[in-house]
C-alpha cells in the first residue's frame, strides 16, 4: 500500500501534513454515482473534506444538490454556485437569521434546513414571517442513532403542524442512522431495513391522512449501500469522497480508495524500540483511543502515547529508520482530521503539484457576510 501514496519530491513536504490524490477523489466520484445508480439520488455531504476542489469535481460530474453542517460549509457551496443546499444541523436563532439572509441574497440556489421540534418550528416560522420567506424544512428523524431527530413514533404531529403553517414548506424526511455499522454487509443491510421500519409507517401514516409521498434522505457512509438498495431514496455519503480507515475496517468489501493520507517524519529515538513521530494530536483526529493512526511500514507497532505535537511507538522489528525519515500515516477518522489544516498538498503521478485550499474550516462569521 505505501507505494501508491509514495511521493517522489518529497523534500518539498512540511509535516505533520495532508495529502489529497485527485485521482483517487474522481475515482471515488464515480463509484458513488454507480452505487447510487445516477447523479439524481445523491446529496454528497461537505463536511469530510470543506474543499471547493472537491465540491467542483463532484459538479462536474453532474452533482448539483450537497449537505452541510456549518455555516462555514454553506456558504462555501454558497460561493460553488450548487442549485440546492441542505443544512443538515437544526439552527438556532443568530444561525436561522443567517440562513435567511443567505436565501434572500441568492434567490437562484434553493436553501433547506432540518427541525425536530415544535418550538424551533415556531421560531422559524416567525423569522420567516418577519423577513418575508418561506423557509424550506426537512423533519429530521431519530431511528436509533439518538444524537438529533424525533422518534417516527412522534413525527406525525410535527408534520402536521409544518404542512399547515404558510410560512414554511415540507421538503421531505431525514434520516441519519451512523449508529448502524456491524462489519458483515449482511447484516449490516438487514438492522438498516430493521431501523428503517418505523420510517416505513410514518409514511404509511403521512399517506392515510391525503399526503404525498415524501421525499427521504438516508444514511451516511457505512448506511450508504443498504439504503442505495431502496429505490427512490437519496443518498448522502461523505467520508467516501477521501475514505478513511475507520470505514475501511467495517466496509472491507468498498470500491472507495483512501484518498488521503497524512505525512509525518521520525525526529527522535528516545530509547530503545522507540520512536517519536512530530504527528501529534493537534494533526490528526484524537475523539478515539490509540492508535488514531495507522503509519505504513509500521502496522505492527504499539501505539504507546501522544501528546500535542509528538506520537511515540514501539517497533521491535529490525530496521534502518533514520531521524528526518518520512513516513505515510492512515487516519482512523478523516473528518476532524481534515479540519486541522488550512490546505492539503496535491499528489499527482507520485508528484507534489499545489494545494487543496480547505476553505470551511471557521465557525466564526460576520453578521452580514
Same mark, same amino acid.
Request: charged share 20%.
Given at each position: 500500500?505505501?507505494?501508491?501514496?509514495?511521493?517522489?519530491?518529497?523534500?518539498?513536504?512540511?509535516?505533520?501534513?495532508?495529502?489529497?490524490?485527485?485521482?483517487?477523489?474522481?475515482?471515488?466520484?464515480?463509484?458513488?454515482?454507480?452505487?447510487?445508480?445516477?447523479?439524481?439520488?445523491?446529496?454528497?455531504?461537505?463536511?469530510?473534506? $470543506?474543499?471547493?476542489?472537491?465540491?467542483k469535481?463532484?459538479?462536474?460530474?453532474?452533482?448539483?444538490?450537497? #449537505?452541510?453542517?456549518?455555516?462555514?460549509?454553506?456558504? +462555501?457551496?454558497?460561493?460553488?454556485?450548487?442549485?440546492?443546499?441542505?443544512?443538515?444541523?437544526?439552527?438556532?436563532?443568530?444561525?436561522?437569521?443567517?440562513?435567511?439572509?443567505?436565501? #434572500? *441574497?441568492?434567490? $437562484?440556489?434553493?436553501?433547506t434546513?432540518?427541525?425536530?421540534?415544535?418550538?424551533?418550528?415556531?421560531?422559524?416560522?416567525?423569522?420567516?414571517?418577519?423577513?418575508?420567506?418561506?423557509?424550506?424544512?426537512?423533519?429530521?428523524?431519530?431511528?436509533?442513532?439518538?444524537?438529533?431527530?424525533?422518534?417516527?413514533?412522534?413525527?406525525?404531529?410535527?408534520?402536521?403542524?409544518?404542512?399547515?403553517?404558510?410560512?414554511?414548506?415540507?421538503?421531505g424526511?431525514?434520516?441519519?442512522?451512523g449508529?448502524?455499522?456491524?462489519?458483515?454487509?449482511e447484516?449490516?443491510?438487514?438492522?438498516?431495513?430493521?431501523?428503517?421500519?418505523?420510517?416505513?409507517?410514518?409514511?404509511?401514516?403521512?399517506?392515510?391522512?391525503?399526503?404525498?409521498?415524501?421525499?427521504?434522505?438516508?444514511?451516511? =457512509?457505512? &448506511?450508504?449501500?443498504?439504503?442505495?438498495?431502496?429505490?427512490k431514496?437519496?443518498? &448522502?455519503?461523505?467520508?467516501?469522497?477521501?475514505?478513511?480507515?475507520?470505514?475501511?475496517?467495517?466496509?472491507?468489501? &468498498?470500491p472507495?480508495?483512501?484518498?488521503?493520507?497524512?505525512?509525518?517524519?521520525?525526529? =527522535?529515538?528516545?530509547?530503545?524500540?522507540l520512536?517519536?513521530?512530530?504527528?501529534g494530536? #493537534?494533526?490528526?483526529?484524537?475523539?478515539?483511543?490509540?492508535p488514531?493512526?495507522?503509519? +505504513?511500514?509500521?502496522?505492527?507497532?504499539?501505539?504507546?502515547?501522544? &501528546? *500535542?505535537?509528538?506520537?511515540?511507538?514501539?517497533?521491535?522489528? *529490525?530496521?534502518?529508520? #533514520?531521524?528526518?525519515?518520512?513516513?505515510?500515516?492512515l487516519?482512523?477518522?478523516?473528518?476532524?482530521?481534515?479540519?486541522?489544516?488550512?490546505?492539503?498538498?496535491t499528489?499527482?503521478?507520485?508528484?507534489?503539484?499545489?494545494?487543496?485550499?480547505?476553505?470551511?474550516?471557521?465557525?466564526?462569521l460576520?453578521?452580514?457576510?
Amino acid at each position: 500500500m505505501l507505494d501508491e501514496f509514495k511521493v517522489h519530491n518529497e523534500d518539498t513536504l512540511f509535516t505533520p501534513g495532508l495529502l489529497v490524490y485527485p485521482e483517487k477523489v474522481q475515482k471515488n466520484i464515480n463509484a458513488m454515482i454507480s452505487i447510487a445508480g445516477g447523479i439524481n439520488r445523491l446529496i454528497p455531504h461537505v463536511k469530510t473534506h $470543506k474543499m471547493t476542489a472537491v465540491i467542483k469535481l463532484q459538479m462536474l460530474a453532474g452533482i448539483r444538490q450537497f #449537505k452541510c453542517a456549518t455555516l462555514s460549509e454553506m456558504q +462555501l457551496l454558497i460561493r460553488c454556485g450548487v442549485d440546492r443546499i441542505l443544512l443538515a444541523h437544526q439552527p438556532t436563532h443568530e444561525k436561522m437569521q443567517q440562513f435567511i439572509l443567505w436565501q #434572500k *441574497e441568492n434567490p $437562484k440556489q434553493v436553501f433547506t434546513s432540518l427541525v425536530d421540534n415544535v418550538d424551533s418550528l415556531q421560531l422559524f416560522s416567525t423569522l420567516a414571517k418577519k423577513n418575508g420567506v418561506k423557509i424550506r424544512l426537512w423533519i429530521d428523524i431519530n431511528n436509533g442513532m439518538n444524537r438529533t431527530g424525533i422518534l417516527p413514533a412522534k413525527a406525525f404531529s410535527l408534520y402536521n403542524a409544518l404542512k399547515e403553517d404558510t410560512h414554511l414548506e415540507f421538503q421531505g424526511l431525514h434520516v441519519y442512522d451512523g449508529h448502524i455499522r456491524p462489519l458483515d454487509l449482511e447484516e449490516r443491510i438487514s438492522k438498516c431495513n430493521a431501523d428503517f421500519e418505523p420510517i416505513e409507517s410514518l409514511v404509511n401514516q403521512i399517506l392515510r391522512a391525503g399526503g404525498a409521498v415524501p421525499e427521504i434522505i438516508t444514511g451516511g =457512509s457505512p &448506511s450508504f449501500y443498504p439504503h442505495a438498495l431502496r429505490a427512490k431514496s437519496l443518498l &448522502s455519503p461523505g467520508t467516501t469522497l477521501l475514505w478513511d480507515l475507520g470505514y475501511r475496517k467495517i466496509w472491507k468489501e &468498498s470500491p472507495f480508495l483512501n484518498a488521503a493520507v497524512l505525512i509525518t517524519r521520525l525526529i =527522535s529515538k528516545p530509547n530503545t524500540n522507540l520512536y517519536c513521530f512530530d504527528l501529534g494530536h #493537534k494533526a490528526v483526529a484524537s475523539e478515539m483511543p490509540l492508535p488514531r493512526v495507522e503509519i +505504513l511500514g509500521l502496522e505492527n507497532a504499539i501505539h504507546k502515547g501522544q &501528546s *500535542e505535537e509528538h506520537l511515540i511507538v514501539e517497533y521491535t522489528e *529490525e530496521n534502518d529508520f #533514520k531521524v528526518g525519515d518520512l513516513f505515510y500515516a492512515l487516519p482512523y477518522h478523516i473528518c476532524p482530521t481534515v479540519a486541522k489544516y488550512n490546505r492539503a498538498y496535491t499528489i499527482e503521478e507520485g508528484l507534489h503539484t499545489g494545494y487543496w485550499e480547505i476553505g470551511a474550516r471557521d465557525y466564526q462569521l460576520e453578521a452580514n457576510r
